[in-house]
């Protein structure tokens, strides 16, 4: 059975920090890339960040570059993301994605509000 579980998320004042986890069982995790996306109510689904399988190259959306960090740890299959400076603007449900060129699985998403 294949598992995404997000935690994380809650509740922060603008400025504040939150880091989102994502545990993964049920495939081989080292050999897929993964993701965080955000969807705010009334948008499309957009990627936040990634991080490649093979040597960890990141990316990440314009908007959260210099803020955001996504990182990996393949021995407890999980990914993280460290959420700093946040802005309202950041408020949405993150979901965690891994994929290869031939699967894609999904997290059941945590809600990141951002508010004074």
């Known amino acids: 059975q294949v598992q995404l579980v997000e935690s994380g998320g809650g509740l922060v004042q603008p400025g504040g920090s939150l880091r989102l986890s994502c545990a993964a069982s049920g495939f081989t995790f080292s050999r897929y890339a993964l993701s965080w996306y955000r969807q705010a109510p009334g948008k499309e689904r957009e990627l936040v960040a990634g991080?490649?399988?093979?040597?960890?190259?990141?990316d990440y959306a314009d908007s959260v570059k210099d803020r955001f960090t996504i990182s990996r740890d393949n021995a407890k299959n999980t990914v993280y993301l460290q959420m700093n400076s946040l802005k309202t603007e950041d408020t949405a449900v993150y979901y965690c994605?891994?994929?290869?060129?031939?699967?894609?699985?999904w997290g059941q998403g945590t809600q990141v509000t951002v508010s004074s």
């Open positions: 994605n891994a994929y290869n060129s031939w699967y894609a699985y």
């Open positions: 991080i490649s399988s093979g040597t960890g190259s990141k």
